[in-house]
């Protein structure tokens, strides 16, 4: 433990070097087959681009591949460590009994068929606090963090009166059970446990808990038009997701509810914890999509030079649009949901006489069309990227991985 501190301290150490270097944003974010005729409406291109896209967004460093490849090489050798350590480790502690039948049904918490709307219903409403102690406890984190169960149950109502501040049919604490129950199964499936460590995995569960955090069931489009105060507060940029992961840390100062308590100081507040699930938030603007994943397609020209928290950042985001990937009747019930609270935000825009925006017209909008646009452009793009990087991430560790438990048997 102590060498592998030190060995990625002065990896630390090195890449500062090469991070941080601000690059221009290309312009032709927006896919081609986008700006041409074709068959989706004009309507639905029109709310992809104004939604998905961005010309202002900051985009983190390029590094200097050559460094990068042999610095690659320790950083293979480390996780190859961390990788047989987890092989090796238990996962679930038990440090709490959970009702019975909630126990049973996390059973399936590794599927992607996973029904999340069924926990909620056993659980009395509490799937946000249960996917959260769970996923904490199954990674052994509640115990190496030292986080005091009282907390982390304050923490986790506190997360969920938030969640239901407006009602939300849609943003609500199931979708950020959602998020998180679908973010475990990318990282089991993947092998990705085996690349982070615990910090790493710690600040993506949290992320994915606290990503929508008192939503206002309204878009970011609908607070710079209304002039919202939260707009106000965060000059209309990423203005929703700057609230929610915000609102997350403010609710760590209310009483009984650090559960960063005990966090060495290496931890926390240390920059790289703070930052990731800042970044990790952030990234789920949805006007950073399209930007995103063109950035790591072309990224992955080059996979040596990949990112481990872009990487991590287009995970949550891909856990967050899980469920038109999902089953049909789960994909259902999550569009439905959507449909109801984009309407309300067009009868709300009819009243004050704005303009509506996309897919907020009761009387007009074509649900199934714009799912199949959704799919089309914005889906099967980012898991195309995603799975690629999963095999580029995997090949080296795993092969590291088994060089190394040859070498020490
Ligand atoms: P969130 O607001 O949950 O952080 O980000 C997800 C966003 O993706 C939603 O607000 C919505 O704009 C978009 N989204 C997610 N699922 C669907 C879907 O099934 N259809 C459409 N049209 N948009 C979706
Ligand atoms: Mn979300």
């Excluded at 982390?152 to 998020?179: C, E, M, T, W």
């Excluded at 929703?240 to 308590?261: G, K, P, Q, T, Y």
Aim: a neutral charge; charged letters at 25%.
């Amino acid at each position: 433990e102590h060498i592998r501190r030190n060995i990625e301290y002065a990896i630390a150490v090195m890449e500062s070097r090469y991070v941080n270097r601000v690059v221009e944003i290309p312009d032709d974010e927006v896919p081609a087959t986008l700006s041409g005729e074709g068959p989706v409406p004009p309507e639905i291109k029109r709310w992809l681009v104004q939604t998905f896209t961005s010309r202002r967004a900051d985009v983190r460093g390029r590094k200097e591949s050559e460094t990068r490849r042999s610095l690659r090489s320790v950083v293979h050798a480390v996780q190859a460590g961390m990788f047989v350590e987890r092989m090796f480790r238990k996962t679930s502690v038990g440090v709490q009994n959970l009702p019975p039948e909630v126990q049973e049904h996390f059973k399936n918490i590794d599927s992607w068929s996973y029904d999340v709307f069924e926990l909620d219903r056993i659980s009395d409403g509490n799937s946000l606090k249960f996917v959260f102690y769970e996923l904490l406890n199954k990674y052994d984190l509640i115990r190496k963090f030292k986080i005091p169960l009282k907390s982390l149950f304050a923490y986790s109502a506190r997360l969920q009166r938030g969640y239901r501040k407006y009602n939300n049919r849609y943003h609500n604490p199931i979708h950020a059970a959602d998020v998180a129950q679908s973010l475990n199964c990318l990282l089991v499936s993947s092998g990705f446990v085996h690349w982070l460590s615990d910090l790493e995995m710690f600040s993506m569960i949290m992320a994915a808990v606290v990503h929508d955090l008192e939503h206002s069931g309204t878009t970011n489009t609908f607070h710079t038009n209304t002039r919202s105060p939260l707009a106000q507060m965060y000059n209309d940029k990423s203005v929703l997701e700057n609230h929610h992961i915000s609102s997350a840390f403010r609710l760590l100062n209310e009483e009984d509810c650090d559960i960063l308590v005990n966090f060495s100081k290496d931890d926390y507040p240390s920059k790289e914890a703070r930052t990731l699930m800042i970044d990790m938030v952030l990234a789920t603007d949805m006007s950073q999509h399209f930007g995103q994943v063109k950035k790591l397609q072309s990224n992955l020209q080059h996979p040596e030079s990949l990112e481990k928290s872009r990487a991590m950042c287009l995970m949550i985001h891909s856990a967050d649009i899980n469920h038109p990937s999902k089953q049909w009747e789960l994909h259902c019930r999550w569009t439905e949901r959507l449909v109801v609270e984009f309407f309300e935000q067009g009868d709300q825009e009819r009243k004050l006489g704005l303009p509506l925006s996309p897919l907020c017209d009761r009387h007009t909008t074509m649900v199934a069309q714009s799912q199949i646009g959704f799919m089309d452009y914005v889906i099967k793009p980012t898991y195309d990227v995603l799975f690629d990087i999963f095999r580029n991430v995997n090949g080296p560790v795993v092969r590291d991985a088994i060089l190394s438990l040859r070498r020490a048997s």
